[in-house]
Structure formats: structure tokens, C-alpha cells
């Protein structure tokens, strides 16, 4: 029953900004780590960003680091997903991951293996 759905992709132009979400289902946010992973043409799915169960950590990969910015709303059980100065290496299909990591855990490690349930994925392309 746990069910993650993407929004928010699309096509931009260089230096433009798109705003994911990632609305959870079926599950406690409080209890998971959400992650966020891409997979561009010609590479392996690679960690993107990861915020904590607690909320109050967050886990960057070197190649966005100060242009994302994840963020979790658990009123609303969605975490975002803010990317500025988008440039064409951000294409991608970008995903949202949940691991069980229990409540009020401060986990944000970008390891594919540890997140179970995942999206289907939404498409962002960045292009001129």
C-alpha cells in the first residue's frame, strides 16, 4: 500500500528552476528517509539529495550541493524537491525513494539498496 508519485518535471531551459514533489501513501513520513535519485542517458542511477525521518538533516550530492534544496511538509506527507540553475546535466528521470528508518532518525545516506519502495519517476529535461 505504500505509494510514492512524482510531479513536477518537465522540460526547462538553462538556468531555469523546477520544483518536485514527491506525495507519500499508504505510510508515516515520520518513520522514512526520502531520497531523491536521477538517472541520466549513459549512467547509473546516482543519489541526488536525501532528507532525514526527523527532518532536520539533509544529504546533498557534490553536483547539486547549493542548488537543490530538499524539504519535507508531513502535514502534507510530501517532500520537495527545489532545483535552480538547472543546466543540461541535470536531465534526467529523477525519483523519490522511501527507507524505513524509524522514527525520528537522522539518516540521510544516498545508498539505492537501502530505499524499498520507489516512484515511478518524472521526466526533467534541460535544454536550449
Known amino acids: 500500500q505504500l505509494q510514492l508519485v512524482e510531479s513536477g518535471g518537465g522540460s526547462v531551459q538553462p538556468g531555469g528552476s523546477l520544483r518536485l514533489s514527491c506525495a507519500a501513501s499508504g505510510f508515516t513520513l515520520d518513520y522514512y528517509a526520502i531520497g531523491w535519485f536521477r538517472q541520466a542517458p549513459g549512467k547509473e542511477r546516482e543519489g541526488v539529495s536525501c532528507?532525514?525521518?526527523?527532518?532536520?538533516?539533509?544529504n546533498y550530492a557534490d553536483s547539486v550541493k547549493g542548488r537543490f534544496t530538499i524539504s519535507r511538509d508531513n502535514a502534507k506527507n510530501t517532500v520537495y524537491l527545489q532545483m535552480n540553475t538547472l543546466n543540461p546535466e541535470d536531465t534526467a528521470v529523477y525519483y523519490c525513494?522511501?527507507?524505513?528508518?524509524?522514527?525520528?532518525?537522522?539518516?540521510?545516506?544516498?545508498?539505492?539498496?537501502?530505499?524499498?519502495?520507489w516512484g515511478e519517476g518524472t521526466q526533467v529535461t534541460v535544454s536550449s
Open positions: 532528507i532525514s525521518a526527523s527532518g532536520g538533516s539533509t
Open positions: 525513494a522511501a527507507a524505513f528508518v524509524g522514527y525520528g532518525s537522522i539518516w540521510t545516506a544516498l545508498s539505492k539498496a537501502d530505499f524499498a519502495s
